[in-house]
């Protein structure tokens, strides 16, 4: 336990806020040292668009089981001062500790427990929290030919492994009219506004609840000064979604949306971000986990299904069996009240421990 809290306060102590490339270098060196420690090897380093991602592959051939991690987080530089790093009646503080530098952690102690085990590969990414923009192909191909990919982020409430996941899609739509002035003759102009009140309810519409289906329109600007009419505008919109089929039924419609107002012209871009990872690909991998919890002497395991994505929407996303939600027990994910509870640690560690060491030996026994 000593050694976890020693390893989740150094890591918590080397902010590493997605966006700032300097300090999330700086906290990959860490995490390479802290790796390296635990498992007797250096990581490769994998530097796509600048960032650096490390990857430690254990043993020849195949790997068959894929743990995912990452050490940015969504907490700016200076964090530490208004959230300082502190453990209190069971309780540990501090930017990014539930998500997820704990989870990090509690993978490498796992593997350390194994002995280092062939056939794993652990992938600690350093732009999760932007949405994986340069991890993504990493991460798919690493993915490609396990048999389980096991995604140490926070859990849900209680403890709650995540068995589902929405898919995401973004857009952004824009329209262009024509300016004109709004006092002289506002007439001869195209108002881009008012073109956009009208996208705006009708992605909306398309929105479908009962399927779990949220289609959100966003951000929005338009126009420039108060006495013109506008001349161009844009939204944004945020979709979620729990299937694939959902998710290329709002494309279809985001696709086909058509002007309003006489010469305005639209301009839809986006699309698909991270599929949905839903229950069918976790559902194994939660029964043995549920099955080991119970060997272990643990708490019966919960899941849930949650509305934010993970690297583990793009595991499933390529076919691959996910579970995701594995790392620390606490709550308060990217909020002021973001914590651990510590002793919730040790039988977590034991857990991932006992989940890798079962997919490891899967039919070779
Ligand atoms: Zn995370």
Same mark, same amino acid.
């Given at each position: 336990m000593d050694a976890i809290l020693a390893d989740i306060e150094q890591l918590v102590r080397c902010e590493s806020p997605s966006a700032v490339l300097e300090s999330v270098k700086r906290s990959a060196d860490l995490v390479a040292a802290v790796g390296r420690h635990h498992l007797g090897a250096d990581p490769e380093?994998?530097?796509?668009?600048?960032?650096p991602h490390l990857r430690?592959?254990? &043993?020849?051939?195949?790997?068959?089981? %894929?743990?995912? @991690?990452?050490?940015?987080t969504v907490w700016p530089l200076g964090?530490?001062?208004?959230?300082?790093?502190?453990?209190?009646? =069971?309780?540990?503080? $501090?930017? =990014?500790?539930?998500?997820?530098? /704990? &989870?990090?952690? %509690? @993978? %490498?102690?796992?593997?350390?427990v194994l002995g280092v085990p062939d056939g794993v590969t652990l992938l600690v990414t350093g732009d999760e929290e932007l949405g994986s923009p340069s991890s993504r192909a990493l991460i798919e191909a690493e993915a490609a030919g396990c048999r389980a990919a096991l995604v140490l982020e926070a859990s849900a409430d209680g403890g709650a492994l995540k068995t589902a996941r929405k898919g995401v899609s973004l857009y952004q739509v824009r329209a262009v009219g024509r300016a004109a002035h709004a006092g002289l003759e506002p007439e001869r102009g195209v108002n881009a506004t008012v073109e956009l009140a009208h996208q705006v309810l009708a992605v909306a519409a398309v929105s479908d609840p009962s399927? &779990?289906?949220?289609?959100?329109?966003? /951000?929005? *600007? *338009? $126009?420039?000064?108060a006495n013109t009419v506008p001349a161009a505008g844009a939204f944004s919109v945020d979709v979620r979604m729990w299937s694939v089929a959902e998710q290329a039924r709002v494309h279809a419609a985001m696709s *086909?949306?058509?002007?309003?107002?006489?010469?305005a012209v639209l301009e839809i871009s986006g699309g698909p971000n991270r599929p949905p990872l839903p229950s069918s690909s976790s559902a194994a991998l939660f029964a043995r986990a549920s099955s080991l919890a119970a060997e272990l002497g643990?708490?019966?395991?919960? *899941? /849930?299904?949650?509305? =934010?994505?993970?690297? &583990?929407?793009?595991? @499933?996303?390529?076919g691959i069996p996910t579970l995701d939600g594995l790392g620390a027990v606490g709550g308060g994910a990217h909020a002021d009240h973001e914590h651990v509870l510590i002793g919730a640690l040790p039988g977590r560690a034991a857990l991932i421990a006992a989940l890798i060491d079962d997919l490891?030996?899967?039919g070779t026994a």
């Amino acid at each position: 336990m000593d050694a976890i809290l020693a390893d989740i306060e150094q890591l918590v102590r080397c902010e590493s806020p997605s966006a700032v490339l300097e300090s999330v270098k700086r906290s990959a060196d860490l995490v390479a040292a802290v790796g390296r420690h635990h498992l007797g090897a250096d990581p490769e380093v994998l530097v796509v668009d600048e960032y650096p991602h490390l990857r430690w592959r254990f &043993g020849p051939g195949q790997p068959r089981v %894929l743990i995912l @991690a990452h050490h940015d987080t969504v907490w700016p530089l200076g964090s530490l001062e208004t959230h300082p790093y502190n453990v209190t009646d =069971g309780v540990l503080r $501090g930017p =990014g500790c539930f998500d997820m530098k /704990a &989870g990090l952690v %509690l @993978a %490498l102690h796992a593997l350390a427990v194994l002995g280092v085990p062939d056939g794993v590969t652990l992938l600690v990414t350093g732009d999760e929290e932007l949405g994986s923009p340069s991890s993504r192909a990493l991460i798919e191909a690493e993915a490609a030919g396990c048999r389980a990919a096991l995604v140490l982020e926070a859990s849900a409430d209680g403890g709650a492994l995540k068995t589902a996941r929405k898919g995401v899609s973004l857009y952004q739509v824009r329209a262009v009219g024509r300016a004109a002035h709004a006092g002289l003759e506002p007439e001869r102009g195209v108002n881009a506004t008012v073109e956009l009140a009208h996208q705006v309810l009708a992605v909306a519409a398309v929105s479908d609840p009962s399927l &779990g289906t949220t289609v959100t329109p966003t /951000a929005l *600007s *338009s $126009g420039t000064v108060a006495n013109t009419v506008p001349a161009a505008g844009a939204f944004s919109v945020d979709v979620r979604m729990w299937s694939v089929a959902e998710q290329a039924r709002v494309h279809a419609a985001m696709s *086909s949306l058509l002007p309003a107002v006489p010469d305005a012209v639209l301009e839809i871009s986006g699309g698909p971000n991270r599929p949905p990872l839903p229950s069918s690909s976790s559902a194994a991998l939660f029964a043995r986990a549920s099955s080991l919890a119970a060997e272990l002497g643990l708490p019966p395991l919960q *899941s /849930a299904a949650v509305g =934010g994505a993970s690297d &583990g929407n793009f595991t @499933a996303g390529v076919g691959i069996p996910t579970l995701d939600g594995l790392g620390a027990v606490g709550g308060g994910a990217h909020a002021d009240h973001e914590h651990v509870l510590i002793g919730a640690l040790p039988g977590r560690a034991a857990l991932i421990a006992a989940l890798i060491d079962d997919l490891l030996t899967e039919g070779t026994a």
